[in-house]
């Protein structure tokens, strides 16, 4: 097949994040709104928090060079988001970080 690398990596997080879309959408129709918030945040933390980690292990055992797509603007981005995702107490909490998170992936560029 003559198909774009990423379509892979594309079809490989739909089927990844399908689950927990489908029970945030019925929660959400359900309204049960904190419900259907706690499945995308957790669903979010879990993406970011260990799918590219894995992925760069793998990449760095395997020898192969991982792109993220990031330009320089979003790297320092990351970079000040993963430095910053601290609570006042400088305790980091879960639910604190994957804010933190998922302000940073919906921010516009």
Known sequence: MHAPAA?????VSVLI????????VRAALANE????VNILLGSVL???????PA????????GQTITLGL?????TLLLLTSRSARSPSRR???MYCSARCTCFCFSPT
């Open 46 to 52: 879990a993406s970011i928090g260990l799918t590219i």
């Open 92 to 94: 980091p909490g879960p």
């Open 55 to 62: 992925v760069l292990v793998i990449g760095y055992a395997t």
């Open 33 to 36: 709104l904190q419900r259907s």
């Open 7 to 11: 379509l892979g990596g594309f079809l």
């Open 17 to 24: 994040l399908s689950p927990e879309s489908l029970g945030a």
């Open 71 to 75: 330009d320089a603007i979003d790297s």
